[in-house]
C-alpha cells in the first residue's frame, strides 16, 4: 500500500508550463515505471493525453498487443452497447421493461416483478434480485440457465432503489440487447464497436442456452482498452467519427447509484470517482478510465487471478490514477 507522504515525497510533479518540456515529460515517465515495477499484480499502464499516447508500458503479462481478460470491464461495454440499440431503435428506452424488449427470455416460473425490471434498473446493477456475483457466482455458473437461474432469485430490493453488484443483472441486459436486435452480443459488439474503433474481439464464454455471457470474461488487446478509454473521454467519438451517442454518454455518467463496497458513485455500467474519472472496473485490477477534464484516457491491465480490493489493490490504484497519472496532464 502506497503511503500519503510518500506518494507526495516520490511523485510531487512540476506545473503544468514544465510538462511540455520533453526532459520534464521523460521525467515523469520514469517515475511512473519506478512506481509500476514496485506493483507485482500490475501488468500494464497506457496514458493519453488527447490524441498523444504519453506512457506505454507493459512489465509483466502479455504485453500490449496480447488479449487480456478484462473481467467486469464487460460491463461497461454492454452498458455502451445499450446506448446504441437505444439509438437505433432496437430497444425503446432505458425505462422500457423486460417485458417490453425481450419477453422471451423471462422464464414462466420467474420471481415476481422481474418482468417490470427495466433495462435502467439492470444496467445501473439495481436490479432488486439476490446477487449472483460474489459468494453466489460459482453455484450460478454450474447452473443449467443462468438466465432462469438470475431471473428466479428473491427480490432483495425494491428493483431501481440499490446497487446490487451481480454479473447475473448484466447477462440478463446482454441476452435482452440479443433478443432485441436479432444478434449476438458478440456480433454487436464486432459491428457496432470494434469496427468503428479498428479492434478485434474474439468470441468468448457463452451460457448452456448460447447467450454470450454479459458483463464478465470479454477479452481486448490493452491498446484497444485505451481506445475505448479515449471514445468515452470524447463524449462517443473516435477518429472524428460519432461511435456512441453523445446523449447516451452524458446518461451514462450521471451518478445514479453508489457502491457499498469502494464508495463510488455508479452510472450506466460506470463508477464514477470524485477525482473526475469515469472508470470501468474489472477483477484483479483491469481498468478502462476516462478523465474528461483533464483529456485523459488510461488502460490498466493486471493479474487477472487476484482479488483486487477497495481497500487493497484497487485501492492503490486509484491512488495511481488520482496521484501521479493525474499530475502527468
Known amino acids: 500500500m502506497i503511503q500519503r507522504m510518500t506518494t507526495r515525497r516520490t511523485f510531487l510533479l512540476a506545473g503544468s508550463a514544465a510538462l511540455a518540456a520533453p526532459r520534464l515529460v521523460r521525467a515523469q ?7 509500476i515495477q514496485g506493483m507485482p ?58 417485458d417490453q424488449v425481450a419477453p422471451s427470455i423471462v422464464p414462466p416460473d420467474a420471481t415476481e ?32 440457465n443462468w438466465l432462469a437461474d438470475a431471473m428466479t432469485r428473491p427480490m432483495v430490493a425494491a428493483p431501481g432503489t440499490r446497487m446490487l453488484y451481480s454479473t447475473g443483472s448484466t447477462h440478463i441486459l446482454g441476452a435482452a440487447l440479443a433478443e432485441a436486435t436479432g444478434q449476438s452480443l458478440l456480433r454487436q459488439a464486432r459491428d457496432r464497436l470494434g469496427a468503428p474503433l479498428g479492434i478485434e474481439i474474439p468470441p468468448w464464454t457463452r451460457d448452456p442456452q448460447g447467450f454470450y455471457l454479459g458483463g464478465n470474461e470479454m477479452a481486448l488487446r490493452p491498446r484497444d ?22 446523449g447516451w454518454i452524458a ?21 464514477l470517482s470524485s477525482s473526475g474519472y469515469v472508470l470501468g472496473r474489472g477483477y484483479g485490477g483491469q481498468i478502462i478510465a476516462a478523465q474528461p477534464g483533464r483529456d485523459l484516457a488510461v488502460a490498466i491491465t493486471s493479474d487477472p487471478t487476484l482479488p483486487a480490493r477497495s481497500d487493497g489493490y484497487f485501492g492503490q490504484l486509484m491512488r495511481l490514477l488520482d496521484g501521479p497519472v493525474l499530475e502527468a496532464a
Open 29 to 35: 515517465s520514469g517515475e511512473l515505471r519506478s512506481l
Open 41 to 98: 499484480q500490475l501488468h500494464s499502464l497506457q496514458i493519453a493525453r488527447g490524441d498523444d499516447v504519453i506512457f506505454a508500458e507493459a512489465l509483466r503479462g502479455g504485453g500490449l498487443d496480447a488479449f487480456a481478460n478484462i473481467k467486469s470491464c464487460s460491463k461497461s461495454i454492454v452498458a455502451l452497447l445499450l446506448g446504441v440499440a437505444i439509438d437505433r431503435g432496437d430497444v425503446p428506452a432505458v425505462t422500457a421493461t423486460l
Open 113 to 144: 416483478g422481474v418482468a417490470d425490471i427495466t433495462m435502467e434498473d439492470l444496467v445501473t446493477l439495481r436490479a432488486g434480485l439476490e446477487r449472483t456475483s460474489g459468494a453466489n457466482y460459482g453455484e450460478w455458473i454450474n447452473s443449467r
Open 225 to 246: 482498452m485505451l481506445k475505448i478509454a479515449m471514445l468515452l473521454r470524447d463524449e462517443g467519438r473516435y477518429g472524428g467519427k460519432r461511435v456512441i451517442p453523445e
Open 251 to 271: 446518461a451514462s455518467t450521471e451518478p445514479r447509484a453508489r457502491s457499498p463496497w469502494s464508495g463510488l458513485s455508479y452510472g450506466y455500467g460506470w463508477f
